[in-house]
């Protein structure tokens, strides 16, 4: 019988993450000092300490909108170009420091213009810092690809100019587009024109749904919008009934259209399991979809969503998920596999990513732990 995997040795797998914002992972040392070098005075704290837990505590509100809040104070120290190559910079550095190989990161370009960029003064400045993170971390001898989603806010009216900035910029970096903010009373269908027009451009989106609001969410943004993934998605268990507590053994499980449809298409669901918890959308760790889900073999992802609001790293995540469900180095494969085959990179850079970096770490990890 082999032992818990522990954070350590998750450290040391190569991860893909495929959901996590810009502005909701930023250092809080790195706030601290973006605040006194840009005159914001807003901070809740002015010790690094103190600021992240601020964040962790105030996030941590079992509702989506005031989880949100936070953002205010992320989004105001990242208004320059400096700041902006800097944050981008350091995200690519912590993500290869956790291990990841591969990343896809998130963030509004239009919340970065109230110091006067432009949007490309924008995506250009975080372009920028990723190039900058991912030489220094090669430096280190730690490879990491880190491409870019342009998210639009869905309570806004700039999601069809922002898809256009998303398609400009897609040879250099920007792999995709998404809509992000508060879900429930801003439908997917309010930015159609946006979906319709990358889809004509044969360009990629994921759409965060299925978090604050159920099933009509998460039917709306695949058969309406035509999204190729979705953030979160965990409400789709509104649509399975399965056999709880004590007849749990035996495995019944109902599944109603919608559920069925996703897992035969293999819709990637981008599931966050603390960033769940903090918001309300899962009760636990213990008690979230993602152990229903995975037994029922949908596309499911692990991701962070939002490492300074949760506190966490995707190894973190992993850790969490292991400790709750007993998952092993093949589960772990799995879920990275299945992050792999559903990033929006071309086929055959992700059939590379698997083969040469993915299989190899981890075959090498289960051989060292046998
Ligand atoms: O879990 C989430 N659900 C919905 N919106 C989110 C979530 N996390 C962050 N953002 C929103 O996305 C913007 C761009 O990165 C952030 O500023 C925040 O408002
Ligand atoms: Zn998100």
Redesign the pocket.
């Known amino acids: 019988m082999s032992h818990q995997l522990t954070l350590d040795q998750i450290r040391r797998a190569p991860k893909v993450l495929l959901h996590d914002?810009?502005?909701?992972g930023l250092r809080p040392e790195t706030i601290v000092e973006l605040a006194a070098a840009t005159g914001y005075t807003g901070l809740p704290a002015d010790d690094p300490e103190a600021l992240g837990a601020w964040f962790a505590e105030a996030a941590d509100s079992g509702s989506?909108e005031r989880?949100?809040e936070t953002?205010g104070h992320?989004?105001a120290v990242m208004q320059t170009r400096e700041s902006l190559v800097r944050v981008a910079a350091e995200c690519a550095e912590d993500l290869a420091a956790d291990g990841i190989v591969y990343a896809e990161v998130?963030?509004?370009p239009e919340?970065h213009l109230e110091a006067g960029l432009s949007l490309e003064e924008v995506v250009e400045a975080v372009l920028e810092g990723f190039r900058v993170g991912q030489d220094r971390a090669a430096a280190q001898g730690r490879s990491i690809r880190v491409g870019t989603l342009l998210?639009a806010?869905r309570h806004a009216a700039r999601s069809r100019e922002i898809a256009e900035l998303a398609v400009r910029y897609r040879d250099v970096g920007v792999v995709g587009f998404d809509i992000?903010?508060?879900?429930a009373g801003h439908p997917p269908t309010r930015h159609l024109d946006a979906f319709e027009y990358l889809r004509r451009e044969n360009a990629h989106f994921t759409i965060?749904a299925g978090?604050?609001f159920g099933l009509p969410s998460i039917w709306e943004a695949l058969q309406w919008c035509g999204a190729g993934r979705l953030?979160?998605g965990v409400r789709i268990v509104d649509d399975i009934e399965a056999a709880r507590g004590a007849d749990e053994a035996s495995g019944t499980v109902r599944m109603g259209r919608l559920a069925n449809y996703v897992r035969d298409k293999r819709v990637p669901l981008e599931m966050?399991p603390s960033?769940n918890v903090q918001?309300g959308a899962a009760v636990s760790i213990a008690e979230h979809p993602i152990g229903l889900l995975r037994r029922l073999r949908f596309r499911v992802t692990v991701n962070t969503?939002?490492r300074l609001q949760s506190g966490t790293a995707l190894s973190e995540e992993f850790a969490k998920l292991v400790e709750a469900f007993g998952y092993d180095w093949d589960d772990l494969q799995w879920f990275t596999v299945n992050a792999m085959k559903s990033a929006f990179l071309p086929f055959d850079e992700r059939l590379a990513l698997i083969n040469g970096q993915i299989k190899p770490g981890f075959a090498q990890l289960k051989w060292a732990t046998d």
Do not use: I, K, P, W
């Open positions: 914002h810009l502005d909701g989506l989880y949100l953002f992320t989004v998130r963030y509004a919340q998210t806010m992000a903010g508060a879900e965060h978090e604050a953030g979160h966050c960033s918001t969503d939002n």
